[in-house]
Structure formats: C-alpha cells, structure tokens
C-alpha cells in the first residue's frame, strides 16, 4: 500500500477547484495514496456549476456556504479536524496544476533528506505560475526562493518569491527561511504540532507558521525540483474580503494576535515550540519580526 498523504484545500468561491483536483489525482503516480479534504465555501454560482464530486471518491467535501465562512485559515482549521494519522499531510490552494508524477517527486525529495539526518523536514514552495486560459502553454518553468518583503506597522508582513538561478543545476533541496501555504508537505504530525491558527485571519499567515514549524524542530527545505503551478491572479475567484464587509475587524484582531506571537507572548498550541527559541528563529532568517519603528 503507498504512503498516504492527507490533502488539505480550503477553496473559497473558486472556480479553478474542480479543475485543481482533476489535476491533483490525473497526474499522480498513486493517486490511491491521497486523502482529500476540502473545504467548500461556495457561493450561488459556485453550487450551480459543481459537478457531481462522485467522481472522486477519495475526495471528502465540508460544504460551507460562503456568507458562513469565517476565512481560509478557519476552513484550514476545519479541514485539519479531519486528521486520520496518515504519514505525510500537504497543504494546497484550490487553484494548481502538477507535473506528472508530482506525488512521487515530493516524497522522494522527503526521503532524500531523512536519509540526510534531518529528522523533520518540511517542503514548502511558491510554486510558479500558470494562467488558466493558455492552460498548459502559460506555465511557467522555475523554482522560487521566499524572502521577506514587507513589513506593517514593524510587524514582519508579506512575503516574495525569487526565481533561483540556474536551478536546474540543483542536486538537492534549498534550506528555507520562510514557508508557503499554498505548497506545504510534511510528516502527518505537523496537523497536531502545528496546527493552523484559525484566529490568523489571513496576511502573514505563511511567517507564523514558519515560525513556529522552526520552533517546533522542524527544518524549512524549499523543493530543487518543478512540481506543480499557483494561480496568483484572482480573476477566477472571488476573495474572502470581498463577501464580508467586517473583515478589517478580523485582520486588526489578527494583526494584534501576530504582534503577540512575535513577541513569544501566544499561549497554547498556536503560540511557539520549545525545540528552539524565537531569537534562534530571528538569527536564522537574518531579521527581526518586529523592527523598530525607525527601521520598519
């Protein structure tokens, strides 16, 4: 039996979803080893063009209605509730595409560095781009590198990537500072080490959970590898703020929530490990989470 590996994709009023999956298990080796869970937040539109979801049997929708959603990491926190103890879990969006093989890629670049000595490592990457209407001759051949580039209020923010040079000359994966949500493979036990935040409403989500993957003894590894495609443009979907009129509520009270995990001051399973510290997580990406307001 292969390996299983928990998917988790939170989709909201997406209409790239259904091709994403077709995708997903098309152009997987073994797509019997996936486990997919998604939750569906949908919109009137979104529930008259689903097609019949039979078609995938090893694909488990939460049907959420849109004006009920509460954002893409409370539907990430629904999504993990449904853990089952597979050996690996990765993280999606709702708008991919993949190589052929990808899951066979992945997990070989897993093993490579177990057999390296690193006892948890977490392959995370903002995969390149595609568009979906010059779908497959819009697809974009690199790997990214993911660098801090913005900060709010001195609050370390937003992140980018940064095509690598020469990147097919590569023979094994590249330490990570930062992680991507839309591209994340570890072991199943991160569901439970790491668990999203579902008070994180949105931005900056990707830093915290760097954070406290490394504080966690986890080690960020980006893929050497092309694996799949991202769908950055958001013509095809329709953002969570848009719908919810007191989102600025929910991304103050998230900006507060950060604020207090970059200070070490989170209680509970959202705040930080005890495998390593918040400075050695500062001294390993080379920055500060919160810059002075001089600096900032």
């Not at 597979?86 to 993280?91: H, I, K, R």
């Not at 979906?132 to 001759?137: K, L, T």
């Not at 092309?226 to 509520?249: I, P, Q």
């Amino acid at each position: 039996m292969a390996e299983r590996i928990f998917v988790q994709i939170p989709a909201y009023r997406d209409r790239e979803l259904w091709a994403t999956l077709h995708a997903l298990l098309h152009c997987a080796a073994q797509p019997q080893r996936l486990r997919v869970v998604v939750c569906w937040q949908y919109g009137p539109e979104e529930l008259a063009r689903a097609p019949d979801p039979a078609r995938w049997p090893q694909v488990e929708l939460i049907r959420v209605a849109a004006q009920d959603s509460l954002g893409v990491n409370w539907a990430r926190h629904l999504i993990q509730q449904r853990y089952d103890g597979e050996p690996y879990t990765l993280w999606l969006d709702s708008h991919h595409r993949f190589v052929p093989g990808w899951d066979e890629r992945v997990l070989a670049l897993y093993r490579t560095l177990q057999e390296r000595g690193v006892a948890r490592p977490v392959l995370t990457a903002y995969l390149p781009p595609y568009d979906p209407a010059r779908d497959p001759a819009s697809r974009t051949e690199t790997v990214f590198k993911i660098a801090l580039n913005e900060r709010r209020a001195g609050l370390a923010f937003a992140l980018r990537g940064h095509a690598v040079p020469n990147w097919r000359r590569l023979r094994q994966p590249l330490p990570a500072h930062y992680a991507s949500l839309h591209f994340l493979l570890a072991q199943g036990r991160f569901c439970t080490d790491v668990p999203i935040d579902p008070a994180l409403y949105f931005f900056a989500d990707e830093i915290a959970i760097a954070l406290r993957a490394y504080t966690h003894g986890y080690d960020l590894f980006h893929p050497h590898q092309l694996l799949g495609w991202h769908l950055y443009d958001r013509a095809s979907r329709v953002a969570h703020w848009v719908d919810h009129s007191d989102w600025r509520r929910q991304h103050e009270a998230s900006l507060r929530r950060l604020a207090a995990l970059y200070r070490g001051e989170l209680p509970g399973v959202y705040g930080l490990g005890k495998q390593r510290s918040l400075p050695d997580f500062e001294s390993y990406v080379g920055a500060p989470l919160i810059a002075a307001p001089e600096t900032a």
